[in-house]
Nanobody, 122 residues
């Protein structure tokens, strides 16, 4: 499956931004889809994940209550709604997928998008 992220850009702190991850080549059915992010000079970290089939979700503590991951079956797309972003959320955001379970372990994800950059201004 090929993943294409979009929706990144510049947003003010306290605003909102929605990232999209679209699948091509096949549907997300049976997959776990996650968002990771990597800030300059830092390691990539887990943000959120969703199980396509049953909608179960998981979040990093740093974004819980502010970000929401969701899916749109007909559009075969996963979203990351970023509400009240902070400057420390500035990073390149990557979509990833695997055919197992939702996990924060990036090594378990086989498919990755190219990333979309998000900059949060204070």
């Amino acid at each position: 499956v090929q993943l294409v992220e979009s929706g990144g850009g510049l947003v003010q702190s306290g605003g909102s931004l929605r990232l999209s991850c679209a699948a091509s080549g096949r549907t997300f059915s049976g997959y776990a889809v996650a968002w990771f992010r990597q800030a300059p000079g830092k390691e990539r970290e887990f943000v959120a994940a969703i199980s396509w089939n049953d909608g179960r979700t998981a979040y990093a503590d740093s974004v819980k209550g502010r970000f929401t991951i969701s899916r749109h079956n007909a559009k075969n797309t996963v979203y990351l709604q970023m509400s009240s972003p902070k400057p420390e959320d500035t990073a390149t955001y990557y979509c990833a997928a695997n055919r197992r379970v939702i996990t924060a372990d990036e090594g378990q994800y086989n498919y990755w998008g190219q990333g979309t950059r998000v900059t949060v201004s204070s």
